[in-house]
């Protein structure tokens, strides 16, 4: 059984009954705790985010860009070059889910560097979610670009008679991506987390710090690689030349 957190703690003591009744809407009994870390993980994330983005959309400027706009800049210049880079200009119209996917994954692996807070991603069903409803996106806005049926005929391959073998090809690769996609995420988030908890209970001092900079850099690793294969899928999806 894992352990509390205080943030989920207080859910839990205050807010039971609705974590209940959320409960209830998908079919779960209730439970006389129902909050997990990863959920009120999530939801701290979500709220952070919507705060930093309200200040900064309240700060914009072209004249004097502040700091936290210089940051964002950053961001959206590199997730604007990577997606020049993997989907030529057609790319720019799901700028919006790349960049969506990449801040939440990256903020939700580095909140557990800080002391009294855990990655919610490294519980299996927030990976699983971010690779469920990208599975979801690339292959609908698929069928948008080229249609259901010419969508469809992708999975045929380049010539018709090898139709009978490349479609239950295609079928199981498509249907491995988010297996691949959850355990890739959650394998080394779960294992950096781990780590880095190990080290930090044997000594406090400077070895701990090289495995919190370690995990930094496979927390912002890994919120690169998911948002460059979900370009990879959006590219495929969305392509006219097959």
């Known amino acids: 059984m894992e ?3 205080w943030l989920t703690r207080i859910f839990n003591d205050n807010l ?3 974590g209940n009744s959320l409960l209830s809407l998908v079919g779960m009994p209730g439970q006389p705790r129902p909050w997990a870390n990863f959920i009120t993980m999530q939801i701290l994330v979500v709220a952070f985010l919507v705060i930093v983005f309200a200040i900064l959309r309240g700060r914009l400027s072209y004249d004097r860009p ?3 706009q210089h940051i964002f800049e950053l961001i959206y210049e590199f997730v604007h070059g990577q997606t020049e880079d993997q989907m030529g200009h057609s790319g720019g119209k799901y700028m919006t889910y790349f960049a969506t996917i990449f801040i939440f994954i990256l903020f939700c692996n580095l909140i557990g560097l800080i002391p009294g ?3 919610p991603t490294m519980n299996p069903s927030v990976p699983a979610g971010c690779a469920i409803l990208t599975f ?3 292959n609908g806005v698929g069928i948008r670009a080229n249609g259901a049926l010419k969508y469809a005929a ?3 391959g380049p010539v018709w008679w090898l139709a009978p073998l490349m479609i239950p090809i295609e079928i199981v690769s498509h249907l491995a991506r988010p297996l691949s996609l959850t355990i890739r995420l959650y394998a080394n988030m779960f294992a950096g987390e781990k780590l880095t908890m190990v080290f930090l209970s044997l000594t406090y001092l400077f070895v701990p710090a090289a495995f919190m900079g370690l ?3 496979v927390a912002l690793l890994q919120a690169y690689i998911f948002m460059l294969l979900t370009m990879i899928y959006v590219g495929g999806a969305t392509a006219h030349d097959h």
Do not use: M
């Open 154 to 156: 992708h999975f045929a």
């Open 136 to 138: 979801l996106y690339y």
């Open 66 to 68: 502040g700091k936290l």
């Open 215 to 217: 995990h930094f850099f």
């Open 117 to 119: 807070f855990e990655a």
């Open 16 to 18: 039971a009954g609705l």
């Open 3 to 5: 352990t509390e957190l």
